[in-house]
């Protein structure tokens, strides 16, 4: 893919995005008319998941930006270590040479790795180069604008319920913009996995509360007086007691178990398990910063505390996340991660803000929610690409070396 293709992806993204956006909101201001609502106050689930569908997709285009940039990046590494390897040949003739056949396969798994993150998360690519990329601090950007100005506002006006799913879409923006502009071949298996994953979205979003029956209000004073009222405060705690409890299994038992020799430290489950209880205290918090700021409170010392729990919370995800891809394989650990969080978010979500209108409606959301999720988990699964070609290129490189060798 040439240089061109780097705007391309930007352009093609932000189109469908901006449709599918404007195609939800106009269903959204439509629904609010039929139904006679005024100040939109009706239409504001559908707006929500009008706003966390624009950033989804939004990091869909965000990620296969920094994609193009990885491949690009490794494909230049690779090339110098071909060009490397050839003046090395020149300057002493009695050492093997490298063809460009054999180099082939190298450079395949250079960009490979490097589009999989490595199976430590590191790749071939180092943190430096990418940072000096613009297409790559392009995309990372694209990924963070579409969190901030469409799942985080969208908490404002729909339930984590409805936006936690939509994440999935990302993948399929990014499986979509990768076969046409990255030369990616989506395979019949993928393609039953991706159709998985959107099934199970769409069962979610069916039943999903609309976040009518709760939430943190639309006043100032509802808002206030929702922050200091037990049910969120006792929810709020409840959480913090999980992610304490969770803690101290992954950091005390887990460090005693792999000290002991009865392990290698913190397991995949627990870890994510972690992530996914950080993940939900981001979402509490995060929805209700967003209604502050709708309201005009972010500069009240309840917003203050919370924005300094959820930098912490996003901090300390983040770390342990970072420990989890150092142990285990990407394509191992995010599926599962993705339905932990989900898991955790939607139910801290529901518990915490009371969304659901009757208890006959929230049995009815979690006998669905908790097989979507499992079709979203297998979904994921199958589409994951197999974590052994770029090693079978190597093996192939090193294997042709040997028998010349010999």
């Not at 629904?31 to 106050?41: D, K, Q, R, S």
């Not at 604008?145 to 985080?152: D, H, S, T």
């Not at 071949?185 to 393609?191: A, D, V």
């Not at 969080?341 to 803000?353: Q, Y």
């Amino acid at each position: 893919m040439d240089g061109a293709a780097a705007p391309a992806v930007v352009a093609a993204g932000l189109a469908a995005t901006s449709a599918s956006a404007a195609t939800a909101v106009a269903l959204s201001d439509a629904a609010a008319t039929t139904a006679g609502v005024t100040e939109g106050a009706g239409a504001d689930p559908l707006f929500g998941a009008a706003l966390s569908l624009f950033g989804s997709a939004l990091i869909g285009c965000g990620q296969t930006l920094q994609k193009w940039a990885l491949n690009r990046l490794a494909a230049r590494s690779a090339a110098a270590a071909v060009a490397a390897a050839g003046s090395s040949s020149i300057s002493s003739p009695s050492s093997p040479s490298v063809s460009d056949e054999e180099a082939a396969p190298a450079a395949a798994a250079s960009a490979s790795s490097a589009d999989r993150g490595g199976e430590g998360g590191g790749g071939l690519v180092s943190v430096a180069e990418r940072l000096r990329d613009p297409a790559w601090i392009a995309g990372i950007s694209l990924c963070y604008a579409g969190e901030v100005f469409g799942n985080w506002i969208a908490l404002g006006y729909v339930s984590a319920a409805v936006v936690t799913p939509m994440g999935a879409i990302s993948v399929l923006v990014t499986a979509l913009l990768g076969s046409m502009f990255l030369g990616e071949e989506i395979t019949l298996r993928q393609r039953r996995g991706y159709a998985v994953l959107l099934l199970s979205v769409l069962a979610i979003l069916a039943v999903a509360p609309r976040g009518d029956a709760g939430g943190p209000g639309s006043t100032p004073a509802a808002v206030l007086a929702f922050c200091r009222s037990p049910g969120f405060l006792l929810g709020l705690l409840a959480i913090l007691a999980a992610l304490a409890g969770l803690l101290y299994l992954v950091v005390v038992v887990a460090a005693r178990r792999g000290g002991a020799g009865g392990g290698a430290g913190p397991r995949l489950h627990e870890l994510a398990a972690l992530c996914a209880a950080f993940g939900a205290v981001c979402v509490v918090c995060g929805r209700v910063l967003s209604v502050m700021a709708r309201v005009g409170l972010l500069a009240s010392p309840t917003a203050a505390a919370l924005a300094a729990l959820l930098a912490a919370a996003v901090v300390s995800q983040e770390f342990f996340k970072q420990q989890a891809l150092s142990r285990f394989a990407v394509s191992a650990f995010q599926p599962v991660l993705f339905a932990a969080f989900n898991s955790a978010a939607a139910l801290a979500s529901l518990a915490v803000f009371r969304e659901a209108p009757s208890t006959a409606a929230l049995a009815l959301f979690i006998a669905v929610f908790v097989p979507a999720m499992a079709g979203i988990l297998v979904g994921s699964k199958m589409i994951q690409r197999d974590d052994d070609a770029p090693h079978a290129a190597y093996a192939a490189v090193d294997s042709d070396a040997a028998a010349k060798d010999t």
